[in-house]
């Protein structure tokens, strides 16, 4: 089973042996977003839907994620500072526990059993409020020297550019974010509660389009730089604002070939996994570290990127 911690909603589910959820739940992240609350509210998701046969807990949360010592190390949306979260739910629930990032959680789903199935050299951008990535290198998860790794968001893609909420500026997540998107619209003095509402508008309203135009422009700028560094044979899109499909893919397929001269530009395509891949990373990721290491509370940091299904999770 496996619990994916969301700055709104703590998302927990059951899977059987072929990976489809047998029993979810959703409950809301608590307000106050402290700490004790916050893990009291994972632990209560994960105990939930405990039940004979499961035998490990995959978690999965947002911010700088220490995956071998199951401890989130900063994560300001959810006020969480070096905060022991796997080893609070396997104290509850008397089973392995794991964590991971949530991006490189649904990038392992992704690699197991969505499009990036095969591909050795994959690049999962998960595409929500703010932007990340998971990064598949000749065949392995990459986290990096200090765990942030796929910090895809603060890619600069324009010089002296828009000012980002990291501090820096030009970052392809001001411009290609679901909250910046919705921030420099309301910024002309027009009305849009989610991105949805402005995707929703490209084809009548000038302002919408051109505020798109630069966001997917943006996007496949970041794209190009990553795809010269890492070399990426697929590309996958995740997230919320991936239900704008075309709208959204072919701009950014553009902007992307447009960028690389004298290089093919990799595949880019849409996740069919939905917004649940974190979930079910999590629960994979869970499985093959318990398989590889078992014990309360452990995580593997070099867990394969295979698949193990003959149990439940």
Same mark, same amino acid.
Not at 122 to 125: A, E, S, Y
């Given at each position: 089973m496996a619990v994916d911690l969301g700055g709104t909603t703590i998302k927990s589910a059951r899977y059987n042996?072929?990976?489809?959820?047998?029993?979810t739940l959703r409950i809301p992240t608590p307000s106050s977003k402290g700490p004790d609350a916050v893990v009291a509210a994972v632990v209560q998701a994960a105990a939930a839907l405990l039940r004979p046969g499961v035998r490990a807990v995959g978690l999965c949360a947002p911010g700088l994620i220490d995956t071998d010592a199951g401890t989130?190390?900063?994560a300001s949306n959810l006020g969480l500072r070096d905060t022991p979260l796997a080893a609070a739910v396997a104290d509850a629930v008397?089973?392995? =526990?794991t964590l991971e990032h949530d991006v490189r959680a649904a990038c392992l789903a992704e690699r197991q059993l969505g499009l990036g199935a095969g591909v050795r050299d994959?690049?999962? =951008?998960v595409l929500g409020t703010g932007l990340a990535a998971g990064i598949v290198s000749d065949g392995r998860l990459l986290r990096g020297a200090t765990g942030i790794a796929g910090e895809f968001g603060h890619i600069p893609v324009h010089a002296d550019g828009e000012l980002c909420t990291c501090g820096q500026r030009g970052c392809v997540e001001a411009y290609a974010a679901a909250g910046a998107l919705v921030r420099r619209y309301r910024r002309t003095g027009n009305t849009a509660q989610t991105a949805?509402?402005?995707t929703a508008r490209l084809d009548t309203d000038a302002v919408a389009a051109r505020i798109w135009a630069e966001a997917t422009d943006a996007l496949g700028r970041a794209l190009v730089t990553s795809t010269v560094l890492l070399d990426h044979?697929?590309?996958v899109l995740a997230g919320g604002m991936t239900a704008a499909g075309d709208r959204l893919t072919d701009p950014v397929r553009r902007s992307l070939r447009g960028g690389l001269a004298w290089r093919t530009a990799p595949a880019v395509d849409i996740s069919p996994l939905g917004a649940d891949a974190g979930l079910?990373?999590?629960a994979l990721h869970a499985l093959t570290a318990t398989e590889a290491a078992p014990g309360p509370g452990r995580a593997c940091r070099d867990a394969p990127a295979q698949a193990h299904t003959s149990r439940t999770a």
């Open positions: 042996a072929h990976g489809i959820p047998e029993e989130v190390r900063y008397r089973l392995p =526990v994959l690049l999962v =951008v949805a509402d402005i044979q697929r590309i079910l990373g999590a």
